[in-house]
């Protein structure tokens, strides 16, 4: 299976702040990288796919990136509602698999 | 507003059959694909399998030999069904459509149930 692998696994920022999740893949993934945001006791919402396509009615402050088989998750100015957790998956290869998560919360 | 509903027991005893139904609404099921996914705090998020609307299936191999994935289209749902089940299927079971775009990645979810495999 294809692992991938976030950084960091929490992240405490201000409202306001730059976040910045990344995402390491074990082998190229041609770019099929989808991002998830998970509230506490809810079902992940998908934020972006596709590495950098932004899903319908996601706030613009999100964005994806990628440089080979790492792909960065930003959030330009951190927000109380974003406090979540943040799951990376890749959608390229049978099974498709997620990173372990990344926990954002406000300072 | 396309929603989806997981529905089945909360509680399956080790060796029997996990059972469950997705219950789509406010669209159709065609053009799409259908997932299952589950969560437990050993495993994170898992992918189960996934079936398209014509009935193509595709699985976890690390589960393929335990999981079915069916559809119901005149009922707009559905299932998975898991054997010989242990607790380390103990999990958050969710349901889920794939985009159209990317079958793998998924953008419309359900609330999730959760499954306890305890005698």
């Known amino acids: 299976d294809t692992q991938m692998t976030q950084s960091p696994s929490s992240v405490s920022a201000s409202v306001g702040e730059r976040v910045t999740i990344t995402c390491r893949a074990s082998?190229?993934?041609?770019?099929?990288l989808a991002w998830y945001q998970q509230r506490p006791g809810k079902a992940p919402q998908l934020l972006i796919y596709g590495g950098s396509t932004l899903q319908s009615g996601v706030p613009a402050r999100f964005s994806g990136s990628e440089s080979g088989t790492e792909f960065t998750l930003t959030i330009s100015s951190l927000q109380a509602e974003d406090c979540a957790t943040y799951y990376c998956q890749q959608t390229d290869k049978l099974p498709p698999t997620f990173g372990q998560g990344t926990k954002v919360d406000i300072k | 507003q396309v929603q989806l509903q997981e529905s089945g027991p909360g509680l399956v005893k080790p060796s029997e059959t996990l059972s469950l139904t997705c219950t789509v609404s406010?669209?159709?099921?065609?053009?799409?694909?259908w997932t299952w996914i589950r969560q437990s705090p050993a495993k994170g998020l898992e992918w189960i399998g996934n079936?398209?609307?014509?009935?193509?299936?595709d699985y976890n191999p690390s589960l393929q030999s335990r999981v079915s994935i069916s559809l119901d289209m005149p009922k707009i749902q559905f299932s998975l069904r898991l054997t010989s089940v242990s607790a380390a299927d103990t999990a958050v079971y969710y349901c889920?459509?794939?985009?159209?775009?990317?079958?793998?990645?998924?953008?419309?979810w359900g609330q999730g149930t959760t499954v306890i495999v305890s005698s």
């Open positions: 889920a459509r794939g985009l159209n775009s990317d079958p793998y990645g998924m953008d419309v």
């Open positions: 082998e190229d993934i041609n770019g099929w």
């Open positions: 079936i398209f609307y014509s009935g193509t299936t």
């Open positions: 406010g669209g159709s099921i065609s053009s799409y694909y």
